[in-house]
């Protein structure tokens, strides 16, 4: 006869990745003659769900390194952006409320792109993240009621001492002294 056991644990129930593209401008002080670099650091972002949406809310600091002055001179321009993605997840029918998110940066924020228009620098920053929604789930399992034989446990080396004692011991070792 089959008995069966359910088991409640936490395992991921949802699961999905999206890449996100932002544009952004920026005003800088002196029109710019080239674009030395630019780059992304100090990425921060948490997620939270309501309903059947994932809000990420985050932020990172751009920083793009520029020459000017017909290349003579250098600056940095540095710029705080925050931002706030809306993500679908497929809605369960069992859904109780109490899923844990866990977000991931699949792909770090990068600039992809840039380019000078006057004393503006235009940017288009690429990120991927991924999201995991985790929450209890049943697991049902057949469950044997028989027990697994007992194996016998044999001490090999207290028979071997035994053994070893037996055939150093001399029968002719007590002699009657009387004799």
């Known amino acids: 006869m089959s008995n069966y056991k ?7 129930i949802g699961k999905g990745k999206k890449l996100f593209t932002t544009e952004n401008t920026v005003k800088v002080e002196h029109t710019p003659s080239t674009i030395l670099g630019c780059w992304v650091i100090n990425h921060n972002f948490r997620g939270e769900k309501v309903g059947d949406q994932i809000t990420i809310s985050g932020s990172y600091d751009v920083n793009i390194w520029y020459s000017y002055d017909r290349d003579t001179k250098t600056d940095v321009i540095k710029e705080t952006k925050h931002y706030q993605e809306v993500v679908h997840m497929r809605n369960r029918d069992d859904d109780t409320g109490d899923e844990e998110i866990i ?18 620098i235009h940017y288009t920053i690429e990120k991927e993240l991924g999201i995991e929604l985790v929450g209890d789930v049943k697991v049902k399992i057949e469950a044997s009621e028989e027990e697994d034989p007992w194996d ?28």
């Open 6 to 12: 359910e088991i409640v644990t936490k395992a991921v």
């Open 103 to 120: 977000v991931r940066s699949l792909k770090q924020p990068t600039c992809s792109d840039v380019s000078i228009e006057g004393n503006e």
């Open 152 to 179: 016998e446990i044999v001490d090999e080396n207290s028979n071997s001492n035994t053994d070893t004692l037996d055939q150093e011991l001399d029968d002719d070792f007590i002699q009657d002294s009387t004799i």
